[in-house]
């Protein structure tokens, strides 16, 4: 049977009417730019979060440099972020001036591991990116204490790990701002790039909106030399249409994440992601196995039609963008070798159970041939 790595058909067919109805409106309404749609998308997506303020960009890694802007880094600083991350998280701090500065995660449910914050950081240290990967939700309550006590400020990339929680508290909601992507394989996905930025502070959230539009909230008059980061309208109201599915389209990834771990525990080598547990709610945003044989294995598979992707196999250290960094082979060997061992499968919503049973029943077969 062939299961796609990720396909969205199903799930527009199932909230085309409303879809429908936000297109006819935009024939009439004529307005594409900072206007009612996204004021309102920004609304609803604070109030999920139950934070005061939103902002919305033109995508995740504006959302993440625009909030480190925010709060004054740059040039000179330091910021911790995950040595295994999309490489948007460690480009947005660079775009500020200031260095990346790796930590290694935990290979286990992929973040941040917090036992080895406080060395890593030095009197340069002025922020930590925490990133909720796959879908996994960082250690903050031991996170935020680490900060508070050095004085460091905490920028959540929740751009895989929309409505996750951490004790009981959703992922975006835990740093002084948060950021996030609105991509359209993310959890809420718009139908193009999209972005956003939560933040606590009437002053944060005023730069946000000004910096996001060259500097200016009102017509002709530019505060600071901003950037060109908006959200247009029609993602606005796509995201507003699909801002109350996210539940429940959440409980499907969780539900395939189960299936997935009750029919693979065992099999082979692999190691399967963690489920959570009662302080730790993921919302598998990626489905990721580790297993020595990843290459094969996701031969095999596309041979059948089973889409599976690799997130990420060049390790961010090890890029030529990051040469000037120095960093050697055997720097950060947690993050190297997941780049190795790591493989995405697919996990959407809509997948029916009997998909999910195929590839592993697929996975069950390619083992049982090469183990
Ligand atoms: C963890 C993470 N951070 C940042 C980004 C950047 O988001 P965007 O692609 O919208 O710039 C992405 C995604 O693409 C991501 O997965």
Redesign the pocket.
């Known amino acids: 049977m062939e299961v796609p790595f990720f396909s969205t058909l199903r799930q527009h067919q199932a909230i085309s009417e409303k879809l429908e109805v936000a297109f006819a409106g935009f024939l009439q309404k004529g307005i594409f730019i900072l206007g009612d749609d996204v004021s309102l998308f920004e609304a609803a997506f604070a109030r999920f979060h139950q934070m005061p303020y939103c902002t919305s960009v033109?995508?995740?890694?504006?959302?993440?440099f625009i909030a480190l802007k925010s709060l004054n880094i740059g040039k000179g600083d330091e910021v911790l972020v995950p040595s295994h991350?999309?490489?948007?998280?460690w480009l947005?701090v660079s775009r500020t001036g200031a260095t990346p500065v790796p930590v290694e995660v935990n290979p286990f449910d992929f973040t941040m591991d917090v036992s080895r914050l406080e060395a890593a950081g030095t009197s340069r240290t002025k922020a930590i990116v925490p990133?909720?990967?796959y879908g996994h939700p960082c250690a903050m309550p031991t996170m935020m204490a680490i900060a508070k006590k050095r004085n460091w400020s905490v920028v959540e990339?929740?751009?895989?790990s929309h409505g996750a929680t951490c004790h009981q508290k959703l992922t975006g909601s835990w740093g002084d701002l948060s950021?996030?992507?609105?991509?359209p394989?993310?959890n809420l996905g718009a139908w193009g790039?999209?972005?956003a930025i939560l933040s606590r502070s009437d002053s944060d959230y005023q730069f946000h909106q000004a910096f996001r539009n060259y500097g200016s909230v009102q017509k002709d008059i530019h505060l600071m030399q901003g950037v060109n980061s908006r959200l247009d309208e029609l993602q606005a109201a796509i995201l507003q249409i699909k801002l109350p599915y996210l539940s429940q389209w959440n409980n499907r990834r969780v539900a395939n994440a189960n299936l997935y771990h009750q029919q693979l525990k065992g099999v082979g080598d692999l190691i399967l992601p963690s489920l959570g547990n009662e302080n730790f709610h993921p919302v598998f945003?990626l489905y990721v196995v580790q297993t020595a044989y990843r290459d094969h294995l996701k031969e095999f598979l596309g041979k059948q039609g089973i889409g599976t992707a690799i997130?990420y196999p060049t390790p961010i250290h090890l890029q030529a963008a990051y040469r000037d960094l120095g960093y050697a082979e055997g720097s950060l060997p947690i993050a190297e070798r997941l780049s190795k061992t790591v493989l995405s499968l697919p996990v959407w919503p809509e997948l029916e159970p009997r998909e999910v049973e195929s590839v592993c029943e697929a996975i069950r077969t390619f083992f049982d041939r090469h183990l």
């Open positions: 033109a995508n995740g890694m504006d959302a993440i991350t999309c490489f948007a998280t947005s990133v909720h990967l990339d929740n751009a895989q950021a996030t992507s609105f991509y394989t993310k790039d999209g972005g945003h997130h």
